[in-house]
């Protein structure tokens, strides 16, 4: 709990952390209480180390890092990165609903900017753990994510009826034009078309451009409303908290730096890399080999072509 100094081993992962410890600091007010309650856990941690016979973890005396059980739980520069990753996210939001109105044809990039920042905020977001999630903002992040899957969707699935909505319309006006043009300049002036029929009332609001939209500014508008009203910088202390456990005879430990059983005790770095390594290598050859056939396999069927019209 954080209340008590203990993290709770079920930590959530979300971007919630970000405006962590608002229980604590309205439970135990200043910065003089907050320190006398660490300090109390301190001397509490100190007497349950000295009865197990442990030493502390070498995380549990710093905020800069934690690091139970062979493990990273969070590291103090990432939240800094995290807090710029969320107010780069509401500053390409904010992009995307401008250009919609003024610039149009920046609005894709900043809604492409705003999905990509998202991944990278959320990916911060695993290494600030420090405590769980309040219920509303677990609710507000599955809103959240739920409207972003929808918007997507959604745009999607419109921007693949108009590109066939153009190619038959250039069709038509191709059957019906006596003038050469070629297919580029055909299906572009079939889209300027398209886009300058007049719509109704209802064919704006009930579309999937219009739920697109919608759910997309529901997505920005659970990040906005947090930047806006709070102070994140305000309520981070650091990785100020580190996780205990409770063995079958009820005495609290803290989990141990290392962790014995860990599989990449001392080749971590090996491990990694010749991973990544090994999947580069077999996904390009996989590549290299898949072009090969492809390609042989097209010059076949067009001698073939050849040879029957031959």
């Not at 066939?164 to 319309?169: I, V």
Request: proline content about 3%.
């Amino acid at each position: 709990q954080a209340e008590d100094g203990i993290r709770d081993l079920r930590m959530s992962r979300g971007l919630g952390d970000v405006y962590k410890r608002q229980g604590i600091n309205a439970e135990y007010g200043t910065k003089h209480n907050q320190d006398k309650l660490c300090l109390s856990f301190l001397h509490f941690s100190f007497h349950f180390s000295k009865m197990n016979n442990t030493s502390l973890p070498p995380s549990f005396l710093t905020t800069e890092y934690t690091m139970p059980y062979s493990k990273i739980m969070c590291v103090n520069w990432m939240y800094t990165v995290h807090i710029l990753l969320a107010y780069a996210v509401v500053a390409a939001g904010f992009g995307a609903l401008a250009t919609r109105v003024t610039k149009k044809e920046y609005h894709v990039y900043f809604g492409r900017a705003f999905m990509l920042i998202m991944y990278w905020l959320m990916a911060s977001s695993l290494l600030i753990f420090t405590s769980g999630l309040p219920r509303p903002i677990i609710f507000f992040f599955v809103v959240m994510l739920v409207s972003m899957t929808i918007a997507f969707v959604a745009i999607r699935v419109a921007q693949t009826r108009f590109a066939a909505a153009c190619l038959e319309h250039a069709d038509q006006m191709n059957a019906q034009s006596t003038t050469k043009q070629t297919i580029v300049e055909k299906v572009a002036e079939a889209k300027r078309d398209l886009l300058q029929r007049p719509k109704t009332i209802k064919e704006r609001l009930f579309s999937l451009k219009s739920l697109h939209g919608f759910f997309m500014t529901l997505a920005w508008y659970q990040m906005s409303g947090r930047a806006f009203v709070t102070d994140p910088f305000a309520s981070w202390h650091g990785c100020s908290s580190y996780p205990a456990f409770k063995d079958q005879t009820g005495a609290v430990h803290l989990m141990p730096e290392v962790d014995p059983n860990y599989a990449f005790q001392g080749t971590e770095v090996a491990f990694a890399g010749g991973v990544t390594i090994g999947a580069i290598v077999m996904i390009g050859g996989v590549g290299v080999i898949w072009a090969v056939v492809a390609t042989r396999r097209q010059e076949r069927k067009l001698r073939e072509q050849s040879e029957l019209l031959n």
